[in-house]
C-alpha cells in the first residue's frame, strides 16, 4: 500500500490549509486513516483520525479548527485546517490501516507534507 499526501505549503496566521491524502494497492479494507504531525525537535502526535464509518477523533490543540474527513470509494482522507497558528508548523503524515477482517495487515504512512505558518 502506498500513501501519497499533497497540500502543505507555507500560510499566514489565521489561514487556511486542506491537506489530501489517497491510498493505493491494498488488498483489503482500510480503515482507520488519519494525520499525525511532527514539529522540529518533538516527538509526533496524533491530529485528527478518523474510521471507516466515520468516527472522528481530535487533539484537544486542534479542535474546532481542524475538519478530518474521508472517501472510502477512493481511499482517501483529507484534513481541512481553519484559523492556522504558527505551533501549527510541522511535517504532516496521513496514515492508514489496513485490515483483513478481523486481522490487521499492517499500519502505511504516508511521505509527510510540510506545513509552515508563518507571517
Known amino acids: 500500500v502506498q500513501l501519497q499526501a499533497s497540500g502543505g505549503g507555507l500560510v499566514q496566521p489565521g489561514g487556511t490549509l486542506r491537506l489530501s491524502c489517497e491510498a493505493s494497492?491494498?488488498?483489503?479494507?482500510?480503515?482507520?486513516m488519519g494525520w499525525y504531525r511532527q514539529a522540529p525537535g518533538k516527538e509526533r502526535e496524533l491530529v485528527a483520525e478518523?474510521?471507516?464509518?466515520?468516527?472522528?477523533d481530535y487533539a484537544d490543540s486542534v479542535k474546532g479548527r481542524f475538519s478530518i474527513s474521508r472517501d472510502n470509494a477512493k481511499n482517501a482522507v483529507y484534513l481541512q485546517m481553519n484559523s492556522l497558528k504558527p505551533e501549527d508548523t510541522a511535517v504532516y503524515y496521513c496514515?492508514?490501516?489496513?485490515?483483513?477482517?478481523?486481522?490487521?495487515?499492517?499500519?502505511?504512512w504516508g511521505q509527510g507534507t510540510l506545513v509552515t505558518v508563518s507571517s
Open positions: 496514515l492508514a490501516e489496513e485490515w483483513a477482517g478481523v486481522r490487521k495487515v499492517d499500519d502505511y
Open positions: 478518523i474510521s471507516r464509518r466515520g468516527s472522528t
Open positions: 494497492g491494498s488488498e483489503y479494507s482500510i480503515q482507520l
